[in-house]
């Protein structure tokens, strides 16, 4: 008897509850406005990897075990030193993530792995990034947080608390968000048994994409040819004219705005020149009109990556470095979709429609 067919999805997640149709977003039932407000990207990591029973795990204090882990180990280094000088950061990350020896080659992923990648990929990417620059490497400061460490990395000179907690806030928000594409490759890869480094590399290769987390350098990229408000309009009639894309704008599961959307406005407001602030503002009120002009059955808005964008340039952090800033942000939800994953396996086979010709012969008269 034939079994029958029984692809498997990848659906249940009890992480982050996304409701795209009232734009209501929770970190294991926490609403994001609350964990934003009150909570650093320590205590974030710690609530997405041990769930909602343990806002921080009770014998664990995950701060200071991220401090302690931050050094690459040494064939971490040598893989890192073998890439040619002028590798992209991101691209750096995902080849050198496949070869971290001490996370996780084996199956199954577990905590100590997830913090090591938390902890050690700040450091990957700041030392990718003065490598591709031709700049010294900054050691890890122990003093530090997460996040002010990961500034201090990249630029050598101590963050003051306002840019800090900028970047701090966008690292909250863009910690976790449900089974994204490459929230999926990661789950995917990992539902052959094969390892977390295996996974995060796959993951990193979905995210880098110009319609996932490739998007925020695209959007600056836009507002620079804009070049000024009075431009704004014909600049974006035109690109709309040539089918373009709206960078910043649309997502497939929120049908209003974005709930990150809305707190980064108004995080980026606080820090970016307010020229700059004020040209984005305009590009998103034309781009929103115009988008709801072409398809009023089908409203986009703004989504998280226009005033990510906007914030991690007032932050000060370079262009090459925002997407890989967006996957150090997502390290903390990787890993607790790593941890969910392997404790309810089954080998991911999406559903499939053939749509090609019937069953026909091929034959040398054919
Ligand atoms: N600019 C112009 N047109 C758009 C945009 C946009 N930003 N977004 C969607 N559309 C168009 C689509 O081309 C499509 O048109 P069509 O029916 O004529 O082909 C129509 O609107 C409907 O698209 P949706 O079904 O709403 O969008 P979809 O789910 O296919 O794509 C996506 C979502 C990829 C995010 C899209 O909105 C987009 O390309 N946005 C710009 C890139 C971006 O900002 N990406 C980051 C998103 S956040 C994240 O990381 C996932």
């Not at 996304?18 to 406005?33: K, N, P, S």
């Not at 480094?197 to 350098?217: R, Y």
């Not at 009639?237 to 599961?253: N, T």
Request: net charge neutral.
């Amino acid at each position: 008897m034939t079994r029958p067919s029984n692809p498997v999805g990848v659906g249940d997640t009890a992480i982050t509850g996304i409701d795209g149709a009232h734009g209501v977003l929770t970190y294991h039932g926490y609403r994001i406005e609350d964990v934003v407000a009150h909570r650093d990207y320590e205590a974030v990591a710690g609530l997405l990897l041990w769930g909602p029973r343990h806002d921080s795990p009770p014998d664990r204090d995950v701060a200071s075990e991220l401090r302690s882990r931050r050094s690459l180990p040494p064939t971490t280094e040598q893989v890192l030193d073998a890439l040619p000088k002028d590798t992209p950061p991101i691209d750096g990350f995902r080849t050198v993530v496949s070869a971290m020896n001490d996370v996780a080659r084996v199956y199954p992923p577990t905590v100590e792995e997830s913090l090591d990648l938390i902890a050690r990929s700040p450091t990957l990417v700041a030392r990718l990034y003065h490598r591709s620059n031709g700049t010294r490497p900054v050691e890890p400061d122990r003093q530090l947080g997460h996040v002010a460490n990961y500034l201090w990395m990249v630029e050598g000179i101590l963050p003051t608390p306002e840019r800090a907690r900028a970047l701090e806030r966008y690292f909250i928000l863009l910690a976790d968000h449900g089974i994204s594409a490459s929230t999926f490759a990661l789950r995917i890869v990992l539902s052959t048994r094969s390892d977390l480094a295996s996974a995060v590399s796959a993951a990193l290769g979905a995210l880098k994409g110009p319609l996932h987390g490739g998007a925020p350098p695209e959007v600056l990229e836009m507002l620079d040819a804009v070049g000024s408000i009075d431009q704004v309009e014909p600049w974006i009639d035109r690109l709309l004219e040539e089918r373009g894309r709206l960078f910043g704008f649309g997502h497939p599961i929120y049908r209003v705005e974005d709930p990150r959307a809305t707190l980064l406005r108004k995080f980026a407001k606080e820090v970016a020149a307010p020229d700059r602030y004020a040209l984005a503002r305009r590009f998103e009120e034309v781009a929103l009109e115009r988008l709801a002009l072409r398809r009023p059955d089908h409203r986009l808005f703004t989504n998280v990556d226009f005033y990510g964008a906007v914030l991690l340039e007032a932050v000060g952090l370079p262009r090459a470095l925002f997407t890989p800033t967006f996957a150090l942000a997502r390290t903390a939800g990787w890993s607790a979709h790593a941890l969910e994953q392997v404790a309810q396996n089954r080998l991911v086979r999406p559903p499939e429609r053939y749509i090609g010709p019937p069953p026909r012969t091929w034959s040398d008269q054919a």
